[in-house]
Antibody
Framework: QVQLQESGPGLVKPSETLSLTCSVS????????WSWIRQPPGRGLEWIGY???????NYNPSLKSRVTISVDTSKNQFSLNLRSVTSADTAFYYC?????????????WGQGTLVAVSS | SSELTQDPAVSVALGQTVRITCQGD??????ASWYQQKPGQAPLLVIY???NRPSGIPDRFSSSTLGNTGSLTITGAQAEDEADYYC??????????FGGGTSLTVL
């Protein structure tokens, strides 16, 4: 059973970079679409982007200019960097395993981590 | 378009059947996947592809698609089904997208 765990600072200052890591256990990070999703408190879910195990990426167009997702297969981890953050980036951040066939879906999720943007 | 539209709120009487819909052009090419989210919890996949349920999801959850509209049906809603429900699909151009979510109340 695959398990995902987010880690990183819970507080980031405005204009700085939000950095999170997702550690994957119980499965190899090879294959699948390793994804980041966020949810501002009390609001809906927003897909941030994914990295395929080969290294190819796909980002939400609304965040593309500020986002980088990378993978470290040796550590079975993938990471999110979101630059130039503002209070609008305050949210619960989830990592998830994505799959793609005749639908796209996330079959395993981390528990989520709250990141607040504040000075 | 990358948008998926869901009704913000739906209610159902205990034991009755409810349908939650998700509308968007991307659903003409891909089936929606569906997620249940309860307060304080991560989302849980309940339906993927053409009406497939992950292990452990009750068979009262089912899905269907007609044109640009996907539907999640709960047949015989239980109190524990009260939650927010989200659909997901993708455009052929690549981005994956969530619907705005539907808050389900079981009366």
């Amino acid at each position: 059973q695959v398990q995902l765990q987010e880690s990183g600072p819970g507080l980031v200052k405005p204009s700085e970079t939000l950095s999170l890591t997702c550690s994957v256990s119980g499965d190899s990070i090879s294959a699948y679409y390793w994804s980041w999703i966020r949810q501002p408190p009390g609001r809906g879910l927003e897909w941030i982007g994914y990295i395929f195990y080969s290294g190819s990426t796909n980002y939400n167009p609304s965040l593309k200019s500020r986002v980088t997702i990378s993978v470290d297969t040796s550590k079975n981890q993938f990471s999110l960097n979101l630059r130039s953050v503002t209070s609008a980036d305050t949210a619960f951040y989830y990592c998830a395993r994505g799959r793609l066939g005749d639908s796209c879906y996330f079959d395993s999720w981390g528990q989520g981590t709250l990141v607040a943007v504040s000075s | 378009s990358s948008e998926l539209t869901q009704d913000p709120a739906v209610s159902v009487a205990l034991g009755q059947t409810v349908r939650i819909t998700c509308q968007g052009d991307s659903l003409r090419g891909y089936y929606a996947s569906w997620y249940q989210q309860k307060p304080g919890q991560a989302p849980l996949l309940v339906i993927y592809s053409e009406n497939n349920r992950p292990s452990g999801i009750p068979d009262r959850f089912s899905s269907s698609t007609l044109g640009n509209t996907g539907s999640l049906t709960i047949t015989g809603a239980q109190a524990e089904d009260e939650a927010d429900y989200y659909c997901v699909s993708r455009d052929r151009s690549g981005p994956w997208v969530f619907g705005g979510g539907t808050s389900l109340t079981v009366l």
